[in-house]
């Protein structure tokens, strides 16, 4: 189900250690972020979310990042395990977007290395 | 299985054949999508469907063509593709407008020979 041949940015990191994942979004009315994990042969998942009016959001092993001032977007995976090998993809949603329609960003693969 | 349930989970047609995608969500959801993942793109939002009634249709060839029976439901039907339309068709649905993300399906891969 991932972006077969398109050329994702990727990031390789050793089991165990902590990953880092970046999106950076362009619509300074976005007010609405979220992050979704594809696995091979599988669609989207959402993973976790986060409202402008906050800046952290902590979930099971993953935190999300969120920096308005520069248009930044971070999820950061604690303790990285094989099973987190996938594509990650940020979202973004605007108040003024009709029809709740969300924009993504292009996606960064996470390999991990046993 | 998410909620989405998509079928069929692989399909092959020729250029001339007809042939429909399914999606299916008993999530209670009110808006339902499609989108296309390509290998050279990244997902691309085609069709948004509210309340059965279609919202938004992102410039797709006439050769792409929705229906949405009930909120339920969404169709996809594929007439006289061309290679280049290969691809993952993803459908995904959401509760409300601007209510949370969006629960996808686990997509048809569509290959056009």
């Known amino acids: 189900g991932e972006s077969v041949g398109l050329h994702l940015p990727t990031l390789s990191v050793q089991e165990g250690d902590n990953s880092i994942i970046n999106c950076a979004y362009s619509n300074s009315a976005s007010d609405y972020f979220i992050w979704y994990k594809q696995e091979s042969g599988k669609g989207p998942q959402f993973i976790i979310d986060?409202?402008?009016?906050?800046d952290k959001r902590q979930g099971q092993r993953v935190t999300v990042l969120l920096n308005k001032t520069v248009k930044h977007l971070s999820l950061q995976i604690a303790a990285t395990q094989p099973g987190d090998s996938a594509v990650y993809f940020c979202a973004e949603n605007s108040e003024g977007n009709a029809g709740n329609m969300l924009t993504f960003g292009g996606g960064t693969r996470l390999m991990v290395k046993p | 299985e998410t909620g989405v349930t998509q079928t069929p989970r692989h399909l092959v047609m020729g250029m001339t054949n007809k042939k429909s995608l399914k999606c299916e969500q008993h999530l209670g959801h009110n808006a339902m999508y499609w989108y296309k993942q390509s290998a050279k793109k990244p997902l691309e939002l085609m069709f948004v469907y509210s309340l059965e009634e279609r919202v938004e249709n992102n410039s797709v060839p006439s050769r792409f063509s929705p229906e949405c029976p009930n909120s339920s439901h969404l169709f996809l039907h594929l007439h006289t593709l061309q290679p280049e339309d290969s691809a993952l068709y993803l459908c995904?649905?959401?509760?409300?407008?601007?209510?949370?993300?969006?629960?996808f399906g686990s997509g048809t891969r569509l290959t056009v020979v």
């Open positions: 986060i409202r402008s009016n906050m």
């Open positions: 995904a649905s959401s509760q409300d407008t601007r209510v949370g993300g969006y629960t």
